[in-house]
């Protein structure tokens, strides 16, 4: 999932190219983000990006 972030995919986006329901996919992003400690989609992305996770 966190590819499909820094691939600038919205909530709804990726809950349909998982085929996962909106509340699931609103449900994990927040989870990565929790999890990576950081408080926005773009910081998600940019230390992804920085330390190779993707």
Known sequence: MLWLLT???TNSEI????????PTARY???AI???????NRA???A????????
């Open 7 to 9: 691939k600038g995919l």
């Open 28 to 30: 994990h992003v927040s």
């Open 43 to 45: 910081e998600a992305v």
């Open 47 to 54: 230390l992804a990006l920085k330390e190779h996770l993707v």
């Open 33 to 39: 983000l929790q999890k990576l400690d950081v408080s």
């Open 15 to 22: 809950a349909e190219h998982l085929n996962i329901s909106l």
